[in-house]
């Protein structure tokens, strides 16, 4: 389609019955409908880190993970964003969910669009930001599921 919808279940107009729960998976379920090629996840840092970077100066980067990587994936994910909640764990969630369909999801920081944007133009993998990929397992899973 060449679109890149952005997904906040607080900005649609509805009533609390229908509320979904959180934006980051609601995400990952519209990526998975639309059978998206990738799946950008925002929040306040700039990658994954093994342990909270807001608590722990000593936090170490964490740029790329394979979907089976991903499921063993044991950091410290508590706490909200301040625009937000589910903080890091509904992040990985989502995640999970896309790459099991065969997206691949990156996790970078919202506030800082420039490095989404030379991402999509040139594939930079010079960014400081979490790639997610699909394993080829994972893709045969997903080719199934459309046949």
Known sequence: ???IPIINENDCICVDELRFGDN???SALVAVSCNADELFLLTDVDC???KN???FPDAKPIRELSSI???KLDVDVAGDSEWGTGGMATKLVAARTAVAAGIECI???GAKPDKVLRY???GSEN???TVFRVAPDDMQFAVSKMT
Do not use: C, S, Y
């Open 48 to 50: 994954l880190f093994d």
């Open 120 to 122: 999509l133009r040139d």
């Open 107 to 109: 996790l970078t920081h």
């Open 69 to 71: 990587e991903l499921a």
């Open 24 to 26: 980051d998976t609601l």
């Open 53 to 55: 970077p807001h608590e």
């Open 127 to 129: 960014e400081l930001m």
């Open 1 to 3: 389609m060449g679109v």
